[in-house]
């Protein structure tokens, strides 16, 4: 399984754009990389999901580079509510479609 | 209103004792997996199951139990030889189709003493 690795947390202010960088170098052919969002005590919510280069939608943009060797979830003017552990996962096609969930990207958005 | 339900939100057993842990969904899921999560932890896959009658381990599935006799219920049976069962458990679902969306439950928190 394709293992990720990203930062342990992040600071930022309302209004600012958050990038979140994950790499996850074994990633396979077929594997696609998804990102969730978890507050405390809750389940993880998934936010989005790709492949290959952009994808965006009405909460986020994913950006994938060629390689695929890394993702960057991309947060537009985050707000309080933003504040929590985000997860990237990569998706084994086939066999259950398990998720391997690490330790995630602790975000805090202040005033 | 669909979703998926977990019974009790808090539960709490004595240590030797098994316990088992609902989760319920209308969603027509036919994937169902139960996670777990320790504090500061992210989660660790328990079991899954892509079919009624049919289910595999995951990555930490000594002393853990399940059944899929129905569609709808997954229930996990947290047995007394699960070293350290106090944790967060999380049951999931996932559709048919291309995506790998998972819709998780409000969680079980259980506590052992």
């Known amino acids: 399984l394709a293992k990720t690795t990203q930062p342990v947390s992040m600071d930022s202010y309302e209004g600012q754009e958050v990038n979140i960088t994950c790499s996850h170098n074994n990633i396979a052919t077929n594997d696609y990389i998804t990102w969730y969002q978890q507050f405390p005590s809750q389940g993880p919510r998934f936010i989005i999901q790709g492949y290959k280069t952009k994808v965006t939608n009405e909460v986020a943009s994913l950006f994938i580079p060629a390689d695929r060797k890394s993702s960057t979830l991309s947060l537009p003017r985050v707000s309080l509510s933003d504040t929590a552990v985000y997860y990237c996962?990569?998706?084994?096609?086939?066999?259950?479609?398990?998720?391997?969930f690490g330790t995630g990207t602790q975000l805090k958005v202040e005033l | 209103d669909g979703g998926i339900t977990q019974s009790p939100k808090y539960l709490f057993r004595k240590e030797g004792q098994n316990v088992t842990l609902s989760c319920e969904q209308n969603?027509?899921?036919?994937?169902m997996y139960w996670y777990r999560q320790d504090p500061g932890q992210g989660l660790r896959l328990i079991y899954y199951s892509q079919i009624v009658n049919d289910f595999q381990k995951g990555d930490i599935a000594e002393g853990y139990s399940v059944s899929r006799e129905k569609k709808e219920s997954f229930p996990l049976t947290v047995t007394s030889a699960q070293k350290n069962p106090t944790a967060f458990y999380l049951c999931?679902?996932?559709?048919?189709?291309?995506?790998?969306?998972?819709?998780f439950g409000p969680g079980t928190r259980l506590t052992v003493t």
């Open positions: 996962l990569v998706a084994v096609t086939g066999g259950g479609n398990k998720l391997t």
């Open positions: 969603l027509n899921h036919d994937a």
């Open positions: 999931a679902t996932r559709g048919t189709g291309g995506t790998y969306e998972q819709y």
